[in-house]
């Protein structure tokens, strides 16, 4: 079973930056594609970023793009969100998820096996 990990969160000012980590048991990390979702305040959990098995890929939300950038580093199980220019919609509960091999359908959360507890980010404006 693969045990998932998010720390990073906090609170910070509009135009600030942050960077999540997510760090992942097992080995199955590496062969493994991982994506970040976020779920604000009364909404609907969210796409934010895809990354593939191979890193070779990245996908982001709309929302995102540009401002935001997903990285791994397979020596040490971690996935990370580096995020930028940060906004007061940017808040939310920002959890990891992962499964084995990719997906076409990297945006549904029902693509994924392996989920992690959240961390919360606040951006004040």
């Known amino acids: 079973q693969v045990r998932v990990v998010e720390s990073g969160g906090g609170l910070v000012q509009a135009g600030d930056s942050l960077r999540l980590s997510c760090v992942a048991s097992?080995?199955?990390?590496?062969?493994?594609?991982w994506g970040w979702f976020r779920q604000g305040s009364a909404k609907e959990r969210e796409f934010v970023a895809h990354i593939r098995w191979s890193g070779e890929r990245k996908i982001y939300a709309d929302s995102v793009e540009g401002r935001f950038t997903i990285s791994r580093d397979n020596a040490k199980n971690t996935v990370y969100l580096h995020m930028n220019s940060l906004k007061s919609e940017d808040t939310a509960v920002y959890y990891c998820?992962?499964?084995?091999?990719?997906?076409?359908?990297?945006?549904?959360?029902?693509?994924?096996?392996?989920w992690g507890q959240g961390t919360q980010v606040t951006v004040s404006s």
């Open positions: 097992g080995r199955t990390f590496s062969s493994s594609a």
């Open positions: 998820a992962g499964r084995m091999g990719d997906t076409a359908w990297h945006q549904r959360e029902s693509e994924y096996d392996y």
